[in-house]
């Protein structure tokens, strides 16, 4: 059973840093595309950033220069360096990774439970 666990949200100060971690644990044969998403009450769940796991990342346009996303493909785990953190990011953080169970099926998409970060003085 693939799980992935999100850690690291919190309360922090507009301005302030937090950084996110997710690990996925389970029966894997691979981990490809990793990403996080962030729903704000109210709203949509929407794309932050992504790393192919060759490296290449993407960010959302509103995040760009403030987020950094990585990950340590031996201890599968993806993380997401928050700064310069704005009210308007505070929403839940969800973890997605697209992982393969088996070399004999297709990979699949997975969540985490999702980890709350809110900006706020």
């Known amino acids: 059973q693939v799980q992935l666990v999100e850690s690291g949200g919190g309360l922090v100060q507009p301005g302030g840093s937090l950084r996110l971690s997710c690990i996925v644990s389970g029966g894997i044969a691979n981990i490809y595309t990793m990403g996080w998403y962030r729903q704000a009450p109210g709203k949509q769940r929407d794309l932050v950033a992504t790393?192919?796991?060759?490296?290449?990342?993407n960010y959302a346009d509103s995040v760009k220069g403030r987020f950094t996303i990585s990950r340590d493909n031996p201890k599968k785990t993806v993380y997401l360096q928050m700064n310069s953190l704005k009210p308007e990011d505070t929403a839940v953080y969800y973890c997605?990774?697209?992982?393969?169970?088996?070399?004999?099926?297709?990979?699949?998409?997975?969540w985490g439970q999702g980890t709350q970060v809110t900006v706020s003085s």
């Open positions: 790393i192919t796991s060759g490296g290449d990342t």
């Open positions: 997605n990774g697209n992982i393969r169970t088996s070399i004999l099926t297709k990979s699949q998409s997975y």
